[in-house]
T-cell receptor, first 113, second 116 residues
Framework: GESVGLHLPTLSVQEGDNSIINCAYS??????FIWYKQESGKGPQFIID?????DKRQGQRVTVLLNKTVKHLSLQIAATQPGDSAVYFC????????????FGAGTILRVKS | GAVVSQHPSRVICKSGTSVKIECRSL??????MFWYRQFPKQSLMLMAT?????????EQGVEKDKFLINHASLTLSTLTVTSAHPEDSSFYIC????????????FGPGTRLLVL
């Protein structure tokens, strides 16, 4: 079945460093991906999205890279701050699956001051 | 923009009672809303898709008579956990898909349910 998963369950970075969170997906038909940030006790917060016809998209301090050949995407956070500490989920969807989101397992990002 | 609210934020109830959770899209319309369940330190699991004006579609293994969903308007969906038991204790999160962006979902803040 379709699955979206993560390589690293926990990532610790020093404040000010860049963070890279990785995600692998199995459904080659997935055509849209979203990264969410979830703080403790809260709902997921939309960070950035990317369509399958793109390989890179930049936002404010964040960049998402998509490699369709190896079915891998990553989230890069520049100059990581303590407020970035959270769980990050990638999610993918495809039209044939009714645009339902399939979530990865999540990566805990810990920022050390 | 794209704000989704949930009410209540947390609820404690006795075993056997029913609990209703509301999900509202505050500044956009959504023909489709989704209900997820999340256990501690785990990812979100889709329970059902709520469609305005029609019956909800449930994921495999989710009892439709246990988790009643009503999508009465373009901005409101409700999830009722009927005859709740301790194993129903969880974090329930809804999301709403805007009419203008069919592939995106915006999430509510979640509802923590504790069944004693």
């Amino acid at each position: 079945g379709e699955s979206v998963g993560l390589h690293l369950p926990t990532l610790s970075v020093q404040e000010g460093d860049n963070s890279i969170i990785n995600c692998a997906y199995s459904n080659s038909a997935s055509d849209y991906f979203i990264w969410y940030k979830q703080e403790s006790g809260k709902g997921p917060q939309f960070i950035i999205d990317i369509r399958s016809n793109m390989d890179k998209r930049q936002g404010q301090r964040v960049t998402v890279l998509l490699n369709k050949t190896v079915k891998h995407l990553s989230l890069q956070i520049a100059a990581t701050q303590p407020g970035d500490s959270a769980v990050y989920f990638c999610a993918g969807t495809d039209m044939e699956y009714g645009n339902k989101l399939v979530f990865g397992a999540g990566t805990i990002l810990r920022v050390k001051s | 923009g794209a704000v989704v609210s949930q009410h209540p934020s947390r609820v404690i109830c006795k075993s056997g009672t029913s609990v209703k959770i509301e999900c509202r899209s505050l500044d956009f319309q959504a023909t489709t809303m989704f209900w997820y369940r999340q256990f501690p330190k785990q990812s979100l699991m889709l329970m059902a898709t709520s469609n305005e004006g029609s019956k909800a579609t449930y994921e495999q293994g989710v009892e439709k008579d246990k988790f009643l969903i009503n999508h009465a308007s373009l901005t409101l969906s409700t999830l009722t956990v009927t005859s709740a038991h301790p194993e129903d204790s969880s974090f329930y999160i809804c999301s709403a898909r805007p009419l203008a962006r069919q592939e995106t979902q915006y999430f509510g803040p979640g509802t923590r349910l504790l069944v004693l």
